[in-house]
């Protein structure tokens, strides 16, 4: 017969399997970093592609110029959310350099 002494009244430990908070941060800002260049990016190559056509005789130079500003205004915006979080928080609390 079978041994009625098991240890069955004590669970398993549970497996984290969540990533940390300031992963999850990371993650986030360069999905919102890498999303904001997409947009920013294509915007500006279609005021690029209007303008050519419109203003320009269809050179190819003015959609290459809104497609850099766009980018280049993404990338900006995307250094400055990543310096910011080094800077000190609205709620008094500050990140500690080494």
């Known amino acids: 017969m079978s041994n009625s002494t098991t240890n069955s009244s004590i669970p398993p430990a549970p497996v984290s399997r969540t990533r940390p908070l300031s992963e999850a941060l990371l993650n986030e800002k360069w999905d919102r970093c890498l999303s904001s260049m997409l947009i920013r990016s294509g915007l500006g190559?279609?005021?690029?592609?209007?303008?050519?056509?419109?203003?320009?005789k269809r050179r190819a130079w003015p959609a290459w110029v809104g497609l850099g500003f766009g980018a280049g205004r993404a990338w900006e915006e995307c250094d400055n959310s990543f310096k910011n979080a080094s800077l000190a928080s609205k709620d008094g609390l500050r990140v500690l350099r080494p």
């Open 45 to 56: 190559l279609s005021f690029g592609v209007v303008f050519s056509v419109l203003l320009f």
